[in-house]
């Protein structure tokens, strides 16, 4: 599984947290969910972390999954 990255964050003078990926807004922290983001990006790996945050992070197998017969189940395939 390929490692996130493009992923960058600034934190703003009323304290707020926006992150970003690759240049576009993907999400703005406030109050104590700004605290705790920029607590846990002191120690970690801060692109996984930006990635967890903003919900963007992919496994990678979501086409495999969607194109397996099982889950097929009489909906309409779509390309």
């Known amino acids: 599984m390929p ?9 703003r003078k009323d304290g707020s947290v926006v992150l970003t990926h690759h240049g576009r807004a993907a999400g703005v922290l406030r109050g104590a969910r700004a605290a705790r983001f920029l607590a846990e990006a002191e120690s970690g790996d801060v692109q996984l972390l930006m990635a967890r945050w903003t919900g963007a992070y992919r496994f990678g197998n979501e086409r495999q999954a969607r194109d397996h017969p099982r889950n097929q189940g009489g909906r309409t395939r779509r390309g």
């Open 3 to 11: 490692r996130p990255r493009g992923f960058a964050y600034e934190e």
